[in-house]
């Protein structure tokens, strides 16, 4: 019986793996999608900006402290969304990921390369 408990445990758990990823690439790509759009907030009169954010926040795509990482993102990544450096390391948590996400990259493309022989 005990077995049973933690295989259903371990059962359980895996989807809510394959959920938190999932969430996270949404993030991600809602992230990307916004620091699109912020490249045109200069073109927007302070009453459209403030529309963008209430829609922003409707959407649940807010970044309260700014730093280019979504609410959502940093909650799920256990992150301060109301401090942009939540390790008080002197670089702004988007910047942090930018970084994590070109070092994934360059070791994806790296371990793919050479594998023709």
Do not use: H
């Amino acid at each position: 019986m005990v077995m049973a408990g933690v295989a259903e445990q371990a059962e359980a758990q895996n989807p809510r793996k394959k959920i938190a990823a999932k969430a996270k690439k949404l993030a991600t790509a809602q992230r990307q999608f916004i620091n699109r759009l912020k490249k045109f907030e200069g073109e927007l009169t302070d009453a459209q900006k403030a529309k963008l954010q209430d829609l922003y926040a409707e959407l649940g795509l807010a970044d309260t402290d700014g730093d280019g990482v979504l609410d959502v993102e940093e909650d799920a990544d256990g992150l301060d969304k109301c401090d942009p450096d939540s390790d008080d390391d002197g670089t702004e948590d988007g910047e942090e990921e930018d970084e994590d996400e070109e070092e994934d990259d360059s070791s994806s493309s790296s371990s793919s390369s050479g594998e023709d022989d």
